[in-house]
T-cell receptor
């Protein structure tokens, strides 16, 4: 089946690290994405990883992938108030013929000053 | 380098009416996908257009239709609007499969 699950809320203090988790169900090789959505806006691509990788780092962002458990996480170092937003995990199976992204319901991150 | 642009930003319609939403892809992108995002939910895939053809469709009724033009821009049409069609409609563009989709800011459609 197709399902991407995320926890609904996360609250952290400014300067701490945030870890947002996601589980997916597709068993084939797949692309996995993290998007950020601020109020009234569209989705901003943050980073992405292919399922043959375990980790990807991009400035304050670190993506970890546990393919065996189908678990993806996004770590934001030194979280700032501007990081407050909804974060979506999305999956896109790499098999030909499947082009849609399957999104989770989003994790609302609140950063406390 | 302009990103994905959508118009209009907001739209109010009544039940039974028809609506057309527009999208211009990011420069260099030839594939356009449409998503519906209900309040408090993640985006749901409606369909994708490539080379002016609908390449894949999600679980949406035939009231939802689309078009892609030779310049890669796209339209989403919804007929016989229902209250449940109230949502944020997002357009995303991309290059080849595996390259990430880039999203516009969406059109917020409200049905009265």
């Amino acid at each position: 089946g197709e399902d991407v699950e995320q926890s609904l809320f996360l609250s952290v203090r400014e300067g701490d690290s945030s870890v947002i988790n996601c589980t997916y169900t597709d068993s084939s090789s797949t692309y996995l994405y993290w998007y950020k959505q601020e109020p009234g806006a569209g989705l901003q691509l943050l980073t992405y990883i292919f399922s043959n990788m375990d980790m990807k780092q991009d400035q304050r962002l670190t993506v970890l992938l546990n393919k065996k458990d189908k678990h993806l996480s996004l770590r934001i170092a030194d979280t700032q108030t501007g990081d407050s937003a909804i974060y979506f995990c999305a999956e896109n199976p790499a098999d030909s013929g499947t082009y849609k992204y399957i999104f989770g319901t989003g994790t609302r991150l609140k950063v406390l000053a | 380098d302009a990103g994905v642009t959508q118009s209009p930003t907001h739209l109010i319609k009544t039940r039974g009416q028809q609506v057309t939403l527009r999208c211009s892809p990011k420069s260099g992108h030839d594939t356009v996908s449409w998503y519906q995002q209900a309040l408090g939910q993640g985006p749901q895939f409606i369909f994708q257009y490539y080379e002016e053809e609908e390449r894949q469709r999600g679980n949406f009724p035939d009231r939802f239709s689309g078009h892609q033009f030779p310049n890669y821009s796209s339209e989403l049409n919804v007929n016989a609007l229902l209250l449940g069609d109230s949502a944020l409609y997002l357009c995303a563009s991309s290059r080849e499969h595996g390259q990430p989709q880039h999203f516009g800011d969406g059109t917020r459609l409200s049905i009265l």
